[in-house]
């Protein structure tokens, strides 16, 4: 008897594990979010499997060009499920439009942190941060003091100095018949541009210091992709208990910590010895430090923020150039063409500088034609409040997800969208009024919209356009094999599948 009540008992508790383990896992994948209210539809939705939903749609190709394919099967607002995560996708210029128009402060906000404490990611990261107090007063303050027209002339001299330190390590490579590897090369001189205009000094090559930074650039760059896609899990394992890529996110974390608490207080020192604030970091403390300050910010604030600007603008910039580059060299009329600019307007006797930008409308074009075919990365944000978007209902927490690379290769929009074609921008600029409307004007988002868009992009024209005046005004590139293999690589980011590298001839050693 005794032992019938034992087995009554185990056959229960048994019973009760597996209606638990049924509830949590009716919660974690099938449970829908309320999809509907009255009159109003959740935008369309492709067939979707049981529990995993839009996934496999996903799992083969670099996100944007799955998505890209699905939107052209199924429209250009759709809404996905991976798992019972929600996402809506937007592939349209004019769907764009609506939800900056009408939805801007809605969405004015990123995925919310995985990890609090992290200075990746984490809640201090202005990038993570929710649209309000904080990111209105860094914003403010990213574009007066390092982004804005005005900064990004005090910081012209840097810039040079860093140009002409590439063309230096480019004709050296040249002398000895080295092959580049211009992604690698084109980060240096991004990594070394934003240090030194955040810190007034790069980071030493010599003591290893440069090396720490781009490696632990690179690893947070690889952790912010790996945790967008893990993010779909993110939820239902977080139920568990578990946090995906916590540790190794709090690793990179704490090793930038550890750099960045020296910089810190180096400037500390610096400021209180000479009481004379020479760079954005000297600001930052000076804000950190004043009662009365605008917005009171921590030190981790000011952490984060550096690791965001090294990582917003460095690879993207890296990559923009090197994708550029690799059009140019595929096309030898354009590179032609962008030489007899170039020569007509600087010489050839001096390097290309930022000033002669303006005058070089061609090669202004290039790079704006690099951005439309390869544009570095997506807009993700999530829909804080339940809204109406084209008659449909999306709830709110939804995350967003407009497609920028499907958007600017629109047929709709763009003539022959597969083909770089720069002439398309200096027609477009003739256009006048027609390109003016702001609808139109969203066909073209590499640096996304709203709010939340980039406020790096004069800086990147900039890096971006005097880099490859320069590479193109004094070499010529030799590449290994018969042409450039421009498969496209990369998860979240838009990278090449096998990386740029060619042999730099010069084209005037008088130079
Ligand atoms: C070719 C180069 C670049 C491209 C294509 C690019 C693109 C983007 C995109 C698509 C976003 C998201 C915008 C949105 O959500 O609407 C973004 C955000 C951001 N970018 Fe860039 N970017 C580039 C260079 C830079 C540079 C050089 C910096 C600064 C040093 C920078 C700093 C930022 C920051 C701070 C944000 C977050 C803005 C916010 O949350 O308000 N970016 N960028």
Redesign the pocket.
């Given at each position: 008897m005794a032992s019938m009540i034992t087995v009554d008992f185990e056959n229960c508790f048994i019973f009760l594990l597996l209606c638990l383990f049924s509830r949590l896992s009716y919660d974690l994948f099938f449970r829908k979010t309320k999809d509907s209210r009255a009159g109003c539809a959740l935008p369309p939705s492709p067939p979707s499997l049981p529990i995993i939903g839009h996934l496999h749609l996903i799992l083969f190709v670099p996100i944007h060009q799955s998505f890209k394919n699905i939107s052209s099967k199924y429209g250009p607002l759709l809404h996905l499920r991976f798992f019972n995560f929600p996402i809506v996708l937007v592939s349209s210029a004019s769907t764009a439009y609506e939800i900056f128009k009408a939805q801007d402060v809605n969405v004015s906000s990123?995925p919310p942190p995985p990890i609090e404490e992290s200075l990746i990611l984490g809640s201090s990261s202005?990038?993570n941060t929710p649209y309000g107090d904080y990111?209105k007063f860094m914003?403010k303050f990213?574009v007066q003091k390092?982004?804005g027209p005005q900064a990004l002339q005090r910081s012209r001299n840097i810039r040079a100095d860093e140009l002409e330190r590439f063309y230096k390590t480019l004709l050296d490579k040249a002398m000895k018949k080295q092959t580049v590897e211009i992604r690698n090369e084109a980060m240096k001189l991004t990594n070394n541009t934003?240090c030194k205009m955040i810190m007034g000094r790069s980071c030493s090559e010599e003591n290893g210091e440069a090396e720490t930074v781009r490696g632990l650039v690179t690893e947070s760059i690889f952790l912010t992709k790996k945790h967008f896609l893990g993010a779909m899990f993110h939820k239902p394992l977080k139920k568990l208990g578990i946090s995906l890529f916590a540790k190794e996110l709090m690793n990179v974390s704490n090793r930038f910590d550890k750099l960045l608490e020296k910089i810190l207080v180096e400037h500390e020192e610096k400021l209180q010895e000479h009481h004379q604030t020479s760079d954005m970091l000297d600001m930052l403390l000076e804000a950190y430090g004043d009662e009365n300050a605008e917005y009171k910010i921590t030190r981790d604030q000011i952490k984060s923020l550096f690791v965001?600007?090294f990582s917003?603008?460095t690879e993207?910039?890296a990559n923009?150039i090197q994708w550029t580059m690799a059009e140019i060299i595929k096309n030898p009329k354009i590179c032609e063409r962008l030489r007899e600019e170039i020569d007509s307007v600087v010489g050839k006797t001096r390097l290309v500088q930022e000033t002669d930008l303006p005058n070089l409308p061609y090669l202004q074009a290039i790079v704006k034609e690099g951005?439309r075919l390869h544009?570095?990365?997506?807009?993700?944000?999530t829909f804080k409040e339940t809204c109406e978007i084209k008659g449909f209902y999306i709830p709110e927490k939804t995350r967003l997800f407009v497609n920028?690379y499907a958007i600017m290769r629109d047929p709709d929009f763009w003539e022959d969208p597969e083909e770089f074609k720069p002439e398309r921008f200096l027609a477009s600029s003739r256009l006048g009024e027609e390109d003016e409307k702001r609808e139109d004007m969203l066909k073209y988002i590499?640096?996304?919209?709203?709010?939340?868009?980039?406020?790096?992009?004069h800086?990147?024209y900039t890096?971006?356009g005097s880099v490859i005046g320069m590479m193109v005004q004094h070499f010529d590139w030799i590449i290994k094999g018969e042409k450039i293999n421009m498969k496209e690589g990369g998860t979240m980011t838009l990278t090449m599948a096998h990386p740029l590298k060619c042999t730099p001839v010069p084209r005037n050693l008088n130079t």
């Open positions: 990123r202005f990038i990111s914003k990213m390092l982004l934003i965001d600007l917003a603008g993207a910039s923009t951005l544009p570095p990365g997506p807009v993700v944000r920028v590499p640096f996304g919209s709203g709010r939340r868009a980039c406020p790096g992009s800086l990147a890096v971006v």
